[in-house]
């Protein structure tokens, strides 16, 4: 499975950005995939998944109401959409996705997630 993100990049505060997210493969079927984050000298964070089946969606608290989560089931595209971006916003954004059985908090939690992208970058200036 391969996962591929695009759409990073610099934005002045209170813009908004698009990221997407293409994963293949010969027979890819996630429980759950999703977006996450790390800045510099913090830990990675889950901004926002999504069980594939059923379609629950989780956002971090502090990103609510200014980012939401999207999909195309039928090519395997995962979207973010993220509008009044803050300073502290920044970070690498990575999409990923989980192949193996999921249920509950367990399928927002990255460190069950086994397919990642390279990560991007999202840089919000003041």
């Known amino acids: 499975v391969q996962v591929v993100e695009s759409g990073g990049g610099l934005v002045q505060a209170g813009g908004s950005l698009k990221l997407s997210c293409a994963a293949s493969?010969?027979?890819?079927?996630?429980?759950?995939m999703g977006w996450f984050r790390q800045a510099p000298g913090k830990e990675r964070e889950t901004v926002a998944a999504?069980?594939?089946?059923?379609?629950?969606?989780y956002y971090l608290d502090s990103v609510q109401r200014r980012f939401t989560l999207s999909r195309d089931i039928a090519n395997g595209t995962l979207y973010l959409q993220m509008n009044d971006l803050k300073p502290e916003d920044t970070a690498v954004y990575y999409c990923?996705?989980?192949?193996?059985?999921?249920?509950?908090?367990?399928?927002?939690?990255?460190?069950?997630?086994?397919?990642w992208g390279q990560g991007i970058q999202v840089t919000v200036s003041a």
């Open positions: 990923a996705a989980n192949s193996a059985y999921c249920s509950g908090y367990i399928c927002y939690d990255g460190s069950y997630y086994d397919y």
């Open positions: 493969g010969r027979t890819f079927s996630p429980s759950a």
């Open positions: 999504i069980k594939w089946n059923g379609g629950t969606i």
